[in-house]
């Protein structure tokens, strides 16, 4: 038998988040007689819950200690901790970055210490930071990004042009591979809504979901608004919010000053998502941008109704039940959307997750096809 592949995964950090999500489903489904993957990541100071997960999965992570990127001056650092982890580290077969431009730096370092196959993913479709300098700097770091990996993929037509260009897919530079998820667990389940509900207290309520990290992409200060839109309608309307994040507090706030803070539950991290999704009536989406969301794919899988940003792409469709609105509408016309809709009868969606190519093994299979073609 062929010894497994060893992978590294680079991640940023190991907040909750699509990307993390992914990659823990692709670490809990992968066969290690196949593959063997470790994770890198920075240190922004912060001991994430994810970390000890994965760790508790058999999992090798490891961390560029103290190596975070504040300024333009961090860079000198990274690039000297990253060069060293590699000198270390040189029996990699493959370096998968997840991440964006500004880790270009991975990359290089892994090219000058003999790793063979180097994969750039684009996740996204446009920068975290509203901040000009980070995207100014950001975009001129695309150029790197792309000359110092042997593949590059996106999960989505969308960010593979944001990353590597328009016309990349098309010209056979960049490749996608869907997100993907277990459809198992996201199946809707009857006797799992009752018990959620029973848990939360939200027997006979009209309950909209999200699940998100508290940044400015998840656009959750709209969110709310569309929220008191819906309360003013339906009595019975709560909001069931998963994620954590730096504006968490700041939405907190705005939940007390729209008057709706005893309708919305903050739930923070949360490792059963797909039970809590379960007791969901209607999932609400309105981020300014997405590469392909892995919560809109789970929340597809649920059956409920999705109302989601035509800032995301549309590859992320696969239930009748999902409709695209635009950031441009007001919170009252999104209400009036999700209100008009209610509750629909759920149906089992595995034929269509299968179908379209949003399931886990396959997705790894599509990723060990990739390592192996050189």
Not at 106 to 123: D, E, M, N
Not at 343 to 349: A, D, G
């Amino acid at each position: 038998m062929n010894k497994p592949l060893k992978v590294l995964f680079f991640i940023d950090r190991l907040r909750l988040g699509g990307i993390q999500i992914l990659a823990k489903d692709i670490l809990l489904h992968n066969d290690r007689n196949r593959m063997i993957i470790d994770i890198l990541n920075l240190d922004d100071g912060i001991d994430y819950p994810l970390k000890k997960e994965i760790e508790g999965m058999g999992v090798r992570v490891f961390q560029l200690k103290g190596i975070w990127l504040h300024t333009p001056l961090d860079f000198f650092a990274y690039w000297k901790a990253v060069d060293k982890f590699f000198e270390q580290h040189r029996d990699y077969d493959v370096l998968h970055v997840h991440s964006g431009p500004k880790n270009s730096f991975i990359l290089k370092a892994a090219k000058k210490w003999g790793i063979l196959v180097r994969v750039a993913h684009s996740h996204n479709t446009g920068f975290q930071s509203k901040n000009p300098m980070s995207i100014m700097l950001g975009n001129l770091l695309k150029g790197p990004m792309k000359r110092y990996a042997t593949h590059v993929v996106g999960c989505s037509k969308m960010a593979c042009e944001w990353m590597f260009g328009k016309g990349c897919v098309e010209r056979g530079e960049a490749k996608i591979i869907l997100n993907a998820i277990n459809c198992d667990l996201f199946i809707y389940k009857e006797n799992v809504r009752n018990e959620v509900r029973k848990e939360l207290g939200l027997e006979n309520k009209f309950v909209l979901g999200h699940v998100g990290r508290f940044e400015t992409q998840k656009n959750h200060s709209f969110l709310l608004d569309i929220f008191a839109e819906v309360s003013k309608k339906r009595d019975d309307a709560c909001l069931v919010l998963i994620g954590i994040g730096s504006l968490m507090d700041r939405m907190k706030r705005k939940a007390e000053a729209l008057g709706i803070a005893d309708k919305v539950m903050f739930l923070g991290f949360r490792s059963d998502r797909e039970r809590i999704m379960q007791a969901m009536d209607t999932f609400v989406f309105p981020s300014l941008h997405e590469g392909l969301s892995v919560v809109l794919i789970e929340a597809q899988a649920s059956g409920m109704p999705v109302f989601v940003s035509d800032t995301t792409t549309t590859e992320v469709s696969y239930s009748p039940y999902i409709k695209f609105l635009s950031l441009g509408q007001s919170a009252e016309i999104w209400a009036e959307e999700i209100v008009s809709c209610g509750s629909v009868k759920r149906k089992n969606m595995k034929d269509e997750i299968k179908k379209t190519g949003f399931e886990i093994h396959e997705m790894i299979d599509n990723l060990y096809r990739l390592y192996t073609t050189l």
